[in-house]
């Protein structure tokens, strides 16, 4: 495996923790589950899906997995978005934009990947 993907690897594996640690700092409102529960899956899923991927079957396999990582990192920065605005304290913006942001730079990673093992 080369550096990049180990990287990548740690990078996901980091966000999706640090997300659950997170949402575990936010007050809780049962309204509010499931947003919750649907951002904690996400962002734990891009990081299994790229896991996933680096043991593909093919590279049709690989390209399959890596989508699935793309999508859940978008699905990652709609979650965080409405969790900011049920969460508008001034104390919790810093980290929503912050983990907005690496959701949006992972989803750029794997378009490039993508787009890498189609050719």
Known sequence: MNEKTTQLLERTFRFGVDVLKFLSTLPYNFIYKVPMLQLSRCSTS????????????SKRDFSYKIGISYREARESVYWLKTLSELYPDDKYKIDF???????????????????????
């Open 46 to 57: 891009i990081g299994a899906n790229y896991e996933e991927a680096q043991g593909a079957f």
């Open 97 to 119: 934009e912050r983990f907005k942001g690496e959701a949006l730079e992972l989803k750029k990673i794997f378009t490039t990947i993508k787009i890498s093992s189609s050719k």
